[in-house]
């Protein structure tokens, strides 16, 4: 069966690894969802969205994977450079105007 | 530049005293969001305009006030009656198109009681 990626609130990876974010959401009716970059003392920043009628997008060095059978998203980021340290949030829209966020997953690159 | 502005930084609050916290948008954006961030959490929702003039609490709007009285303007008052204020407020903005909504962030401001 297929393997549902774990929530962590760390990861650390080398610089030029694969990093896999994941996480968990909690509105089977939700239609939207984003993920957002964090660095320190500053806003989020949007990084890629996908809609409910797909299972993948893909942006330049990111894709999103969303599975509705497991309410389950992740964000993966080929080559992860030092630039790509921060706290990434997963979003989900509950409903017009309103979204719910994760809490987060900090990811620290080592050089 | 377009963009989302938050003013001040940094603020602080002393005991029983309303502070009042100012977000701008030269966007043209319809929607316009306020949300908290504490230390090593996500965001939660204070509040949220869809278009002027309305506007409907979030997940945690006690103890918080806010008014939508031009497109480009949200300001956010924390109340004296909101007993733990301490926290990065966020302002975001959004409009949506072809059923896709992200939001734009202002650089966010600190806010701390004395």
């Known amino acids: 069966g297929e393997s549902v990626g774990l929530h962590l609130p760390t990861l650390s990876v080398q610089e030029g690894d694969n990093s896999i974010i994941n996480c968990a959401y909690s509105?089977?009716?939700?239609?939207?969802f984003i993920w957002y970059k964090q660095e320190s003392g500053k806003g989020p920043q949007f990084i890629i969205d996908?809609?409910?009628?797909?299972d993948k997008r893909q942006g330049q060095r990111v894709t999103v994977l969303l599975n509705k059978t497991v309410k389950h998203l992740s964000l993966q980021i080929a080559a992860t450079q030092p630039g790509d340290s921060a706290v990434y949030f997963c979003?989900?829209?509950?409903?017009?105007?309103?979204?719910?966020f994760g809490d987060g997953t900090t990811l620290t690159v080592k050089p | 530049d377009g963009g989302i502005t938050q003013s001040p930084k940094y603020l602080f609050r002393k005991e029983g005293q309303n502070v009042t916290l100012s977000c701008e948008q030269n966007?043209?954006?319809?929607?316009m969001y306020w949300y908290r961030q504490d230390p090593g959490q996500g965001l939660r929702l204070i509040y949220y305009?869809?278009?002027?003039?309305?506007?409907q609490k979030g997940d945690i709007a006690e103890g918080y006030s806010v008014s939508r009285e031009k497109k480009e303007s949200f300001p956010l008052t924390v109340t004296s009656a909101q007993k733990n204020p301490t926290a990065f407020y966020l302002c975001?903005?959004?409009?949506?198109?072809?059923?896709?909504?992200?939001?734009?962030f202002g650089s966010g401001t600190q806010l701390s009681v004395l």
């Open positions: 966007l043209n954006h319809d929607a």
């Open positions: 996908i809609r409910s009628n797909m």
């Open positions: 305009s869809q278009i002027v003039n309305d506007f």
């Open positions: 979003a989900e829209r509950v409903s017009a105007g309103k979204s719910t």
């Open positions: 509105n089977s009716a939700s239609d939207y």
């Open positions: 975001a903005s959004s409009m949506e198109t072809g059923g896709r909504e992200k939001l734009f």
